[in-house]
């Protein structure tokens, strides 16, 4: 299986479209509903993205809504329109239980599903620095409750999504925001419940989690070479005006990107990105600019070993 070497020619660009870490006051170009969020999925996939990264989220005042109801209108439309690759999150959002998180990925069954190894702080409060008036009344408590909130995922949670996914054949994006997470992957697959091609997407720049400082990404891949070896597929997301940079890092030492205004609303220094699309034209400018090529859906598929967009439930 070829891994993440220097002569890998296909980089596979995952677009996370909406999430929960940005509320609605930031930026009007947070896709919020139903349409949007297909618009902004079918966007990337045309700009270049192999996958796209969905989280749904209440259409009225934007909260993060894990209903499988508020995902099944745009999953249906992405699938008919396009052949992306669609990965649904079971992560949700940091004030959801395990159980509400992972209903979504049970009931749909997608190709892959994000996975996160690990519980921790994550600092939200920062952003009240920069954002000072909301619309909305959940979303300056859901900020200012980040100082004290733990995103829990504890070792019988990642058994419970790893063990209900299984029989789904459903793949992970194994989201991992320190070295410690790369630690708990390597005991879930020596336990025989995730098995290769890993696909570890590595994140920066998040309180709580691993810095955005170059030897921190070098120091996440070491690790991981170290850990898996040639059994698995390496993606960097960077949190914020890191994207940009610790996506051209990545892509210096063979791995692959995500971006998206799940992880960034900023297209540059005090620019708001426009759109999703906008952000996979700027990455897939400095991957073409770099002499690689952008990953099709299919050839991603191929890279993951996974199912077939066929063999979902939406």
Known sequence: MANTKSKQRKVMITCAVTG???T???SPHIPITADEIAEAALGAHEAGAALVHLHARDPVDGRPDQRPEAFAPFLKRVKEASNVVINITTGGAPTMGVEERLKPCAHFKPEVASLNMGSMNFGLYPMLARFKDFKFDWERPYLEGSDERIFKNTFADIANILTTCAANRTRFEIEC??????????????RGLVKPP?????VFGILG????HPEDVAHMKRTADRLFGDEYRWSVLGAGRNQLPIATQSLALGGNVRVGLEDSLWIGAGRLAESNAQQVRAVRQVIEGLGLEVATSDEAREMLDLKGGDQVNF
């Open 198 to 202: 890993f696909f570890i997407q590595s």
């Open 209 to 212: 989690g691993i810095g955005p």
């Open 177 to 190: 925001y320190d070295i410690g997470h790369l630690y708990t992957l390597r005991h879930f697959a020596d």
């Open 24 to 26: 609605p006051s930031m």
């Open 20 to 22: 929960a870490i940005h």
